[in-house]
């Protein structure tokens, strides 16, 4: 599955995941390889995002914002303040404040 996130300045993340949460309106939720098409509105909170392996991720000043989680580092996290997200064909495209 494929995740794109990108802020009004830059695209903060963008690469291969196995799965990624996310602070829904409703409540925290998962989405996995193969989930239904999708549109919801997000909240404050923490994305987190689950990869197989960190080794091809760029951590610069651009993606600075995306951090590896203190617990396990297969673990990105972001603070977001809202956004949107919307899942189809396996690809999550997160647009944040």
């Given at each position: 599955?494929?995740?794109?996130?990108?802020?009004?300045?830059?695209?903060?993340?963008?690469?291969?995941?196995?799965?990624?949460?996310?602070?829904?309106?409703?409540?925290e939720?998962?989405?996995?390889?193969?989930?239904a098409?999708?549109?919801?509105?997000?909240?404050?909170?923490?994305?987190?995002?689950h990869t197989?392996?960190?080794?091809?991720?760029?951590?610069?000043?651009?993606?600075?914002?995306?951090?590896?989680?203190?617990?396990?580092?297969?673990?990105?996290?972001?603070?977001?303040?809202?956004?949107?997200?919307e899942?189809?064909?396996?690809?999550v495209?997160?647009?944040?404040d």
């Amino acid at each position: 599955m494929y995740l794109e996130i990108v802020s009004p300045e830059a695209t903060l993340f963008s690469s291969e995941i196995d799965s990624v949460v996310l602070p829904g309106i409703n409540g925290e939720f998962q989405i996995l390889k193969d989930h239904a098409s999708i549109v919801s509105i997000l909240k404050e909170g923490i994305i987190k995002i689950h990869t197989h392996t960190q080794s091809h991720l760029v951590f610069d000043s651009l993606h600075s914002e995306v951090v590896p989680h203190n617990d396990d580092d297969k673990v990105l996290t972001l603070k977001i303040n809202s956004g949107t997200v919307e899942m189809k064909d396996n690809k999550v495209i997160v647009l944040v404040d």
